[in-house]
């Protein structure tokens, strides 16, 4: 069976040592929710049991807050083994990206349970009940709080080691119950003292950081869903790998798409010398693809060739006297696949104009321009490029 299931993700493009740490990496998130369901079942019980006892309406709604939070275990436990179904025609790059979805629907839960405690909390504010505690019931709670603070910050730290969106918000959430919890506590203790109750108005500032939270997390989780900027460092152990081929001088327009954590395809130019030909290009590309996937575990689906001028001294002269021009302006962050054809009377090249520009559509004309006068027996043919692992 797992011989079967490693032939098929060799087929899908990965490879066998990809296959074994994607492996670990789903057991490692199933496990943890685990814990999480089980550690957060038996406090609801508990705090239910509570809750029912003394007529706390904090303590109930925490309790209803926990099997909110084995019921988002539940999903990340789900989206996980999803995600790892394999690619076929209608999803030829698979469905690693159901791992962000079940982030979101954790997202949803959270600011949900936050709606549903602040409707509760301001009830009891028009209409106080006097709650009754005791201490075991007090101890319970207090239990509780460290146990969800022990689980929080495991389940985060697990969720960041494997790069899991759902475990990192299922341990933000458990992070902020442990807050609700120890806030409950201290209302039970300010009134067993004083016989003022704040139970109530706790829950209500309380629900207002967790609706906060629930939006932040499903905002965040959207972007990344949209599509966020590659990771800088992986963009730039991917150039790095390119450019370390002799054959080339310099590794562009670097695109990287992401299908799920950890799941990245890519595209790129390469600027080679203008001698070589096509069948010493297929070597190269291959080997490149090859190298990229083996060390930064990119897929790279395209390789596109810009050649530089290596028989003509002068359209070298030319490109130094360019390049010094364009780079003037403070927000061209590059230019590149440049190539005169003085046959022609052809100048080509692509510059990178950064996202901090006033206006790049302007400032690239204006560059454009610039170059047009100092060679005005030319045709120049630039192209405003995108850097898509900009920091």
């Given at each position: 069976?797992?011989?079967?299931?490693?032939?098929?993700?060799?087929?899908?493009?990965?490879?066998?040592?990809?296959?074994?740490?994607?492996?670990?990496?789903n057991r490692i998130i199933v496990r943890t929710s685990i814990i999480g369901i089980l550690a957060n079942v038996m406090l609801a019980a508990f705090k239910a049991v509570i809750g029912v006892m003394t007529g706390s309406i904090a303590i109930t709604m925490d309790?209803?807050?926990?099997?909110?939070?084995?019921?988002?275990?539940?999903?990340?436990?789900?989206?996980?083994?999803?995600?790892?179904?394999?690619?076929?025609?209608?999803?030829?790059?698979?469905?690693?990206?159901?791992?962000?979805?079940?982030?979101?629907?954790?997202?949803?839960?959270?600011?949900?349970?936050?709606?549903?405690?602040?409707?509760?909390?301001?009830?009891?504010?028009?209409?106080?009940?006097?709650?009754?505690?005791?201490?075991?019931?007090?101890?319970?709670?207090?239990?509780?709080?460290?146990?969800?603070?022990?689980?929080?910050?495991?389940?985060?730290?697990?969720?960041?080691?494997?790069?899991?969106?759902?475990?990192?918000?299922?341990?933000?959430?458990?992070?902020?119950?442990?807050?609700?919890?120890?806030?409950?506590?201290?209302?039970?203790?300010?009134?067993?003292?004083?016989?003022?109750?704040?139970?109530?108005?706790?829950?209500?500032?309380?629900?207002?950081?967790?609706?906060?939270?629930?939006?932040?997390?499903?905002?965040?989780?959207?972007?990344?869903?949209?599509?966020?900027?590659?990771?800088?460092?992986?963009?730039?152990?991917?150039?790095?790998?390119?450019?370390?081929?002799?054959?080339?001088?310099?590794?562009?327009?670097?695109?990287?798409?992401?299908?799920?954590?950890?799941?990245?395809?890519?595209?790129?130019?390469?600027?080679?010398?203008?001698?070589?030909?096509?069948?010493?290009?297929?070597?190269?590309?291959?080997?490149?693809?090859?190298?990229?996937?083996?060390?930064?575990?990119?897929?790279?689906?395209?390789?596109?060739?810009?050649?530089?001028?290596?028989?003509?001294?002068?359209?070298?002269?030319?490109?130094?006297?360019?390049?010094?021009?364009?780079?003037?302006?403070?927000?061209?962050?590059?230019?590149?696949?440049?190539?005169?054809?003085?046959e022609r009377k052809v100048i080509r090249f692509d510059m990178i104009v950064s996202f901090d520009a006033k206006d790049r559509t302007a400032l690239y004309h204006e560059v454009t321009e610039e170059i047009q006068e100092m060679y005005p027996e030319y045709t120049v043919i630039t192209a405003l490029d995108t850097d898509f692992s900009e920091s």
């Amino acid at each position: 069976m797992l011989a079967a299931k490693i032939k098929e993700a060799e087929r899908a493009g990965m490879s066998s040592e990809e296959f074994e740490k994607t492996t670990l990496r789903n057991r490692i998130i199933v496990r943890t929710s685990i814990i999480g369901i089980l550690a957060n079942v038996m406090l609801a019980a508990f705090k239910a049991v509570i809750g029912v006892m003394t007529g706390s309406i904090a303590i109930t709604m925490d309790a209803v807050n926990n099997i909110s939070d084995a019921a988002s275990s539940l999903i990340t436990i789900i989206g996980t083994k999803l995600a790892t179904k394999p690619a076929d025609r209608k999803h030829p790059f698979g469905y690693g990206r159901i791992e962000y979805l079940s982030a979101m629907i954790i997202s949803i839960i959270v600011f949900y349970a936050g709606i549903t405690s602040f409707a509760e909390s301001v009830k009891k504010i028009v209409h106080p009940e006097t709650p009754e505690y005791s201490m075991t019931s007090l101890v319970i709670v207090a239990i509780g709080v460290l146990v969800k603070i022990v689980l929080g910050h495991f389940v985060k730290k697990t969720g960041q080691k494997v790069n899991s969106d759902s475990l990192v918000n299922s341990g933000e959430d458990a992070k902020l119950d442990s807050v609700i919890s120890a806030s409950t506590l201290a209302a039970a203790v300010v009134f067993m003292i004083f016989h003022v109750s704040l139970e109530s108005w706790l829950g209500a500032i309380i629900s207002i950081v967790i609706i906060k939270s629930g939006l932040e997390m499903l905002r965040n989780t959207v972007s990344e869903i949209l599509g966020e900027r590659g990771d800088a460092e992986l963009a730039k152990g991917v150039k790095e790998t390119v450019s370390s081929f002799p054959e080339v001088r310099g590794a562009y327009d670097l695109v990287l798409n992401n299908y799920g954590p950890n799941a990245y395809s890519g595209s790129l130019h390469i600027e080679v010398p203008d001698t070589m030909t096509a069948d010493k290009l297929d070597v190269l590309t291959r080997q490149i693809t090859a190298e990229v996937s083996m060390k930064n575990h990119v897929y790279l689906t395209a390789i596109g060739v810009y050649s530089y001028n290596t028989k003509d001294l002068e359209a070298a002269t030319m490109r130094d006297r360019i390049r010094k021009k364009v780079m003037e302006h403070e927000n061209v962050m590059q230019m590149h696949a440049f190539y005169a054809d003085r046959e022609r009377k052809v100048i080509r090249f692509d510059m990178i104009v950064s996202f901090d520009a006033k206006d790049r559509t302007a400032l690239y004309h204006e560059v454009t321009e610039e170059i047009q006068e100092m060679y005005p027996e030319y045709t120049v043919i630039t192209a405003l490029d995108t850097d898509f692992s900009e920091s």
